[in-house]
């Protein structure tokens, strides 16, 4: 089992910034990734970030240059920097943490919702 506790979402407004975080605990074996996907409303869910262990890094070209993810493996918590946000980037935002070794597994965070609006 995995638990995962996210926070950040809010409402601002065009142009300005938050911070997401997602914090894991439970089965965690270090050979894993973490990352982030969004839901609008009559959207399919899709890929934002995401991070490995290793810290390689996969960004979506939607929010390439705007938003930035990193992790503190210590603490096994992943961070979502997002600036310069959109009212096009309005949707939940859902952690995910995926283990790869010794065996496969995924978990996913109950959503935080995220609103650009004026």
């Known amino acids: 089992q995995v638990q995962l506790v996210e926070s950040g979402g809010g409402l601002v407004q065009p142009g300005e910034s938050l911070r997401l975080s997602c914090a894991a605990s439970?089965?965690?074996?270090?050979?894993?990734?973490m990352g982030w996907y969004r839901q609008a409303p009559g959207k399919q869910r899709e890929l934002v970030a995401t991070i490995t262990s290793g810290g390689s890094t996969n960004v979506a070209d939607s929010v390439k240059g705007r938003f930035t993810i990193s992790r503190d493996n210590a603490k096994n918590t992943v961070y979502l920097q997002m600036n310069s946000l959109k009212p096009e980037d309005t949707a939940v935002y859902y952690c995910r943490y995926q283990n790869f070794a010794p065996s496969y597994y995924e978990y996913w965070g109950q959503g935080t919702q995220v609103t650009v609006s004026s």
């Open positions: 439970g089965s965690i074996f270090g050979i894993d990734a």
